[in-house]
């Protein structure tokens, strides 16, 4: 590709029917502010479309309920192996379907939350420094977050996913435990560097390929966090610190997470 031409982005919204905590999560029903109710699937899908400058938004999923569903609320789907172990390989098993893509962000099908600022800041940060085969957003915690992680984390509760950050803006790791340590007396401290992940990637076409053909890792598996195999490899991975959107960003794991993203879609005016 010439230096400076524009490249093509596209959203890829992977979806499995076959949820350990949640089986057919993905057609789960979310009621709006108005009290319309749509799928999950549905409802992220919409997410990635409201992001702008991307070409296409595609789900890729296994399953042909899930694919019949998507297929009638309009979206472009794309069939995908079963054994896919996570959405990043589900994108992968995509690439033949993207066309001439250049930038594959992964937008999860359990998070219809997702702001589309996240993607777009993704997008402009690949596209200021090309070199970015990989790149993912955190949040820098507030005192009040950082505190919820800890109760969760003595409670046994994994909270959230957390990053150590290096002074290149690369990942140097991303745990399920609250990473980085910090004193007691610290927390409180606003200007900690604790960040917390948000699970959306943006990926090089060559990234993703490469991907699938690596092995996964220890930590990947121990952690049960995908993006560790690039780190594992030797992979860089770049963080870009987003801003807060004001709300939370939840997403749907358990059916317990039905009621806060129901109320989130009411606080948000969104049907």
């Not at 949820?19 to 409802?43: D, V």
């Not at 589309?116 to 949040?139: C, K, Q, R, W, Y």
Request: proline share 8%; hydrophobic share 45%.
């Amino acid at each position: 590709m010439p230096d400076g031409a524009a490249r093509t982005a596209v959203i890829v919204v992977p979806a499995r029917y076959a949820s350990t905590r949640y089986p057919g999560k993905p057609l789960a029903l979310l009621k709006g502010a108005s009290g319309l109710s749509k799928t999950l699937i549905q409802r992220s899908w919409e997410a990635a479309v409201a992001v702008p400058g991307v070409a296409r938004v595609i789900v890729a999923t296994d399953d042909m309920r899930i694919a019949d569903v998507a297929r009638g609320f309009g979206a472009e789907v794309t069939m995908t192996p079963e054994s896919s172990r996570n959405g990043t390989e589900r994108c992968a098993a995509a690439l033949d379907a993207l066309g001439d893509a250049d930038i594959i962000v992964n937008l999860q099908g359990d998070a219809p939350l997702t702001p589309a600022p996240f993607v777009s800041a993704l997008l402009a940060a690949m596209a200021a420094d090309p070199a970015i085969e990989v790149a993912t957003p955190v949040l820098r915690v507030t005192p009040e977050i950082h505190r919820r992680l800890l109760a969760d984390q003595r409670e046994g509760r994994v909270g959230g996913t957390t990053a150590a950050i290096g002074a290149n803006g690369d990942a140097l790791y991303f745990s399920k435990s609250v990473i980085p340590h910090v004193a007691a007396s610290a927390v409180g401290d606003p200007s900690l560097p604790v960040f917390l992940h948000i699970g959306v990637y943006a990926y090089t076409r060559a990234a993703l390929r490469a991907y699938s053909a690596l092995p996964p890792t220890p930590l990947e598996q121990l952690e049960g966090l995908e993006q560790l195999r690039f780190i594992e490899h030797g992979k860089r991975v770049r963080v870009v610190e987003v801003a807060a959107p004001g709300y939370d960003i939840w997403e749907l794991n358990n059916p317990e997470d039905v009621g806060p993203i129901e109320a989130a879609f009411l606080a948000r005016g969104l049907d």
